[in-house]
């Protein structure tokens, strides 16, 4: 059972986050150590240069690791506890040293990032045929402003291939004429093209510009239908 991976999946480390929680600095990872359950085992947490977490857990008393945490088959009420705790720990340094990567693409990340901070909305994932669509709403009506995915560019454009991100936004409606002759801007993929535009997140439209149209898509989610 590779409780790090799960727990750290689709995140990137702030390395100095980490010297701010107690990580030390030694060779070519960062090391944080913890006692719990009142000093009955340590947790020992290492965080690569390449920021890939490992983690092992002591049983003091019997000065050895207890790898019962890891064993699917074990899963009595006293392991279960350990094995809670230290997932515990484990969370609290997500939450207060990593950031989350919901997408593959740099810019899908840092919009995401934007949408969060700005709206406090986190991205949902409603299907299993595409793990990869995320749909951001706002959460006092449950109206869409904004949709992220990963297709394969020929969808939108026929000259070209290969996976790409895109986010579709509802714009006023006068401006998308005139966006479609840009470069970066498509008549939206599976959406009504009539309100809603697609944008191609790598990088061809600065982040600034996006989060502007962002902005202008959400605001209409206070006031009309999606």
Same mark, same amino acid.
């Given at each position: 059972?590779?409780?790090? @991976?799960?727990?750290?999946? @689709?995140?990137?480390?702030? /390395?100095?986050?980490?010297?701010?929680?107690?990580?030390?600095?030694?060779?070519?990872? $960062?090391? /944080?150590?913890?006692?719990?359950?009142?000093?009955?085992? @340590?947790?020992?947490?290492?965080?690569? #240069?390449?920021?890939?977490?490992?983690?092992?857990?002591?049983?003091?008393?019997?000065?050895?690791?207890?790898?019962?945490?890891?064993?699917?088959?074990?899963?009595?009420? /006293?392991?279960?506890?350990?094995?809670?705790?230290?997932? #515990?720990?484990?969370?609290?340094?997500?939450?207060?040293?990593?950031?989350?990567?919901?997408?593959?693409?740099?810019?899908?990340?840092? *919009?995401?990032?934007?949408?969060?901070?700005?709206?406090?909305?986190?991205?949902? $994932?409603?299907?299993?045929?595409?793990?990869?669509?995320?749909? $951001?709403?706002?959460?006092?009506?449950?109206?869409?402003?904004?949709?992220?995915?990963?297709?394969?560019?020929?969808?939108?454009?026929?000259?070209?291939?290969?996976?790409?991100? *895109?986010?579709?936004?509802?714009?006023?409606?006068?401006?998308?004429?005139?966006?479609?002759?840009?470069?970066?801007?498509?008549?939206?993929?599976?959406? #009504?093209?009539?309100?809603?535009?697609?944008?191609?997140?790598?990088?061809?439209?600065?982040?600034?510009? *996006?989060?502007?149209?962002?902005?202008?898509?959400?605001?209409? =989610?206070?006031? =009309?239908?999606?």
């Amino acid at each position: 059972m590779n409780i790090e @991976k799960e727990i750290f999946a @689709k995140t990137q480390v702030d /390395f100095k986050k980490l010297k701010e929680h107690g990580f030390k600095k030694e060779d070519n990872h $960062f090391i /944080f150590s913890k006692n719990f359950m009142d000093n009955q085992f @340590k947790a020992v947490i290492l965080v690569g #240069n390449d920021g890939k977490v490992s983690g092992k857990v002591y049983d003091l008393e019997m000065d050895e690791e207890y790898t019962n945490i890891r064993l699917k088959t074990s899963e009595g009420n /006293f392991v279960s506890t350990v094995r809670e705790n230290y997932q #515990n720990i484990l969370k609290e340094i997500r939450d207060n040293c990593f950031q989350m990567n919901f997408f593959h693409s740099k810019q899908a990340n840092r *919009i995401t990032q934007y949408i969060i901070e700005k709206y406090q909305d986190q991205p949902e $994932f409603f299907w299993e045929k595409y793990p990869g669509y995320g749909v $951001f709403r706002n959460p006092n009506n449950i109206k869409w402003y904004a949709l992220i995915m990963n297709i394969d560019k020929s969808k939108i454009d026929k000259k070209n291939n290969g996976e790409v991100e *895109i986010i579709n936004l509802k714009i006023e409606k006068n401006k998308i004429p005139i966006l479609l002759n840009q470069s970066g801007f498509y008549p939206s993929y599976h959406m #009504n093209k009539k309100n809603w535009l697609t944008i191609v997140l790598d990088d061809t439209i600065p982040d600034k510009e *996006i989060i502007e149209y962002v902005t202008e898509s959400h605001n209409y =989610t206070d006031t =009309t239908t999606k």
